[in-house]
């Protein structure tokens, strides 16, 4: 089955890998568009692409399983509610190989690959989801949740002030700022402890 995706890739996430090179402007027009369709993967066939300011906007058509990868992605989330993890990440796994870009087993493999300690892993997972669905609020508090646990602050901050954008009343995103506002007051009084004592007269 083919169908039409659509993906916005933030500049903030892609900072330390290839892709990152195209919002720098450091390669020509044929090798950017060759990281794109790198990144998209050997399922997908790239249309447009655009650069507006610190996003990608992305145009591609993709082969895919669909309903096989969704079948398993069901699977996956029964198993979960079964107390058995390791069932799921099997179910997950495979969704993604037959659908790569599947929003749902992204994000679910994501959050999976969070809660057995796996935080790298777990990002480049949520980071595509994000880009096939920048819409979705759980996606942008989980990247925060792992941001701040990375010691990433100015990451985190950047996805609660999207989310806080997205869903500025609701009661995830007061669970993100007041995840935030602690983390911000430490590393305000580190750095006041690293100031060095005046010399006396």
Same mark, same amino acid.
């Given at each position: 089955m083919r169908r039409e995706l659509y993906?916005?890739?933030?500049? #903030?996430?892609?900072? &330390?890998?290839?892709l990152g090179r195209v919002f720098l402007g450091v390669e020509d027009k044929q090798a950017s568009l060759a990281l794109v369709q790198s990144y998209l993967g050997s399922q997908g066939r790239l249309k447009s692409v655009a650069l507006e300011d610190d996003e990608l906007v992305v145009s591609a058509e993709i082969r895919e399983f669909s309903e096989e990868s969704g079948n398993l992605v069901r699977m996956g989330? #029964?198993?979960?509610?079964?107390?058995?993890?390791? &069932?799921?990440?099997?179910?997950y796994e495979e969704a993604l190989k037959l659908s790569p870009w599947n929003f749902e087993a992204l994000k679910a493999l994501g959050r999976l690959y969070y809660r057995n300690r796996k935080p790298?892993?777990?990002c480049q997972l949520l980071i595509r989801a994000r880009e096939a669905n920048p819409a979705d609020a759980t996606v942008l508090a989980l990247?925060? #949740?792992? &941001?701040?646990?990375?010691?990433?602050?100015?990451?985190a901050r950047s996805y609660v002030a999207q989310l806080q954008r997205l869903e500025p009343d609701s009661e995830r995103t007061r669970r993100a700022v007041s995840r935030i506002q602690p983390a911000d007051a430490v590393a305000a009084r580190e750095r006041l402890a690293d100031v060095p004592e005046p010399e006396a007269d």
């Open positions: 993906l916005r890739i933030h500049r #903030e996430d892609h900072t &330390s890998d290839a989330r #029964e198993a979960v509610r079964k107390g058995r993890p390791r &069932s799921a990440l099997g179910h790298d892993a777990a990247l925060a #949740e792992i &941001s701040l646990h990375q010691g990433r602050r100015l990451a």
